[in-house]
Nanobody, 123 residues
Framework: QVQLVESGGGLVQAGGSLRLSCVAS????????MGWFRQAPGKEREFVAA????????NYADSVKGRFTISRDNAKNTVYLQMNSLKPEDTAHYSC????????????????WGQGTQVTVSS
């Protein structure tokens, strides 16, 4: 089990950038696949991006491909989400999660979740 703490959210204008960080405590981070999910008000939580334990494989939702980049630094127990060209529709509460099932979209394959950080994009 890992504990996850996200940071880096905030208010940004459309077209701007933010970098989210998710720091994990515990010794198993480097063996865990990591994902970012988001939930907008009144909507279900949705997959954003994921990365394998080694960093060798990534997966993105179509809505963020070419704009968002997921990366990780296992030495720092941290996974990042670089978000560029932000749009108002990216406004949501972003959470990171740790799993074992590969860089997949399915929430059920992620075991540990952080509390999340709010991202608000103004038009």
């Amino acid at each position: 089990q890992v504990q996850l703490v996200e940071s880096g959210g905030g208010l940004v204008q459309a077209g701007g950038s933010l970098r989210l960080s998710c720091v994990a405590s515990g010794r198993t981070f480097s063996s865990r696949d990591m994902g970012w999910f988001r939930q907008a008000p009144g909507k279900e939580r949705e997959f954003v991006a994921a990365i394998s334990w080694s960093g060798g494989r990534t997966n993105y939702a179509d809505s963020v491909k070419g704009r968002f980049t997921i990366s990780r630094d296992n030495a720092k127990n941290t996974v990042y989400l670089q978000m560029n060209s932000l749009k108002p529709e990216d406004t949501a509460h972003y959470s990171c999660a740790a799993g074992h099932g590969g860089p997949v979209v399915h929430e059920i394959l992620y075991d540990d979740w952080g509390q999340g950080t709010q991202v608000t994009v103004s038009s």
